[in-house]
């Protein structure tokens, strides 16, 4: 992964986007690649998929995988904002960055898959990200 080379290659007075603690970096590297590997794969599927029967399985595992990261964010955050705890972090980056997906596809077809009633912790996590001035300076509306 590109952000990890950079994070790992370049020394840099900013801290790491990584966790320092080696089991904290290697949950936050599962659940990135079962972000990449996995939820997304299943949400680009819903999208492109002609049959509805494909479409309303793939939707379903979307929303299972948001369930799985509604548990891996309070896991992982520790009562803090982010992933990352007080700053964003990788895993942030790597969900946040499909964030944009999600608010266009409840805008254009009515799907609200950020669901405060399913993943409260989640939808606030996405709040707090978008609001992050180093984040809403490079997002679309």
Do not use: Q
Request: hydrophobic share 40%; proline share 6%.
């Amino acid at each position: 992964n590109i952000v990890e080379y950079i994070d790992e290659t370049w020394n840099s007075p900013a801290p790491s986007i990584l966790p320092s603690h080696p089991h904290d970096r290697a949950l936050t590297r599962f659940w990135s690649a079962y972000v990449d590997d996995k939820w997304f794969p299943a949400l680009k599927a819903a999208a492109i998929t002609k049959s509805e029967d494909a479409k309303a399985k793939s939707m379903e595992e979307v929303e299972e995988g948001l369930l799985r990261l509604e548990e891996a964010f309070v896991a992982i955050s520790k009562g803090k904002p982010f992933f990352g705890g007080e700053a964003i972090g990788f895993m942030d980056i790597c969900l946040g960055s499909f964030l944009i997906l999600l608010k266009a596809r409840e805008k254009l077809k009515g799907e609200k898959l950020l669901d405060e009633s399913k993943i409260p912790c989640l939808c606030k996590w996405a709040d707090e990200f978008l609001s992050d001035d180093t984040v809403k300076n490079v997002v679309p509306e």
